[in-house]
Nanobody, 123 residues
Framework: QVQLVESGGGLVQAGDSLRLSCAGSGRTFHDFAMGWFRQAPGKEREFVAAINWNGGKTYYADSVKGRFTISRDHAKNTVYLQMNSLKLEDTAVYYC????????????????WGQGTQVTVSS
């Protein structure tokens, strides 16, 4: 069974940092682009960041540029999202997603999805 499992969410204060992890299992994701989306209450899911199959290219939503960093570790079949200088508006459920590199057209990733991890930023 192929799975993406997110972890690392939690409750933090504005200005704090968090690192989310997304571990893949059931297959290797070395030839997949991977990324993060988020969905705040009452809002549509939105793209946050993506990284291509070899980590050579990254993509970010304007709202997180300069604050968030996406990275991946092939040995661990894992993608990370380092979130710094968190703001109240970053509060959302964060989802990991993967798209086969041959069909990857950022910001669309739709082959596999995780179940999400909650990030809550308080004042």
């Amino acid at each position: 069974q192929v799975q993406l499992v997110e972890s690392g969410g939690g409750l933090v204060q504005a200005g704090d940092s968090l690192r989310l992890s997304c571990a893949g299992s059931g297959r290797t994701f070395h030839d997949f682009a991977m990324g993060w989306f988020r969905q705040a209450p009452g809002k549509e899911r939105e793209f946050v960041a993506a990284i291509n199959w070899n980590g050579g290219k990254t993509y970010y939503a304007d709202s997180v540029k300069g604050r968030f960093t996406i990275s991946r570790d092939h040995a661990k079949n894992t993608v990370y999202l380092q979130m710094n200088s968190l703001k109240l508006e970053d509060t959302a459920v964060y989802y990991c997603a993967a798209e086969f590199s041959g069909t990857f057209q950022p910001p669309i990733l739709d082959d596999y999805w995780g179940q999400g991890t909650q990030v809550t930023v308080s004042s």
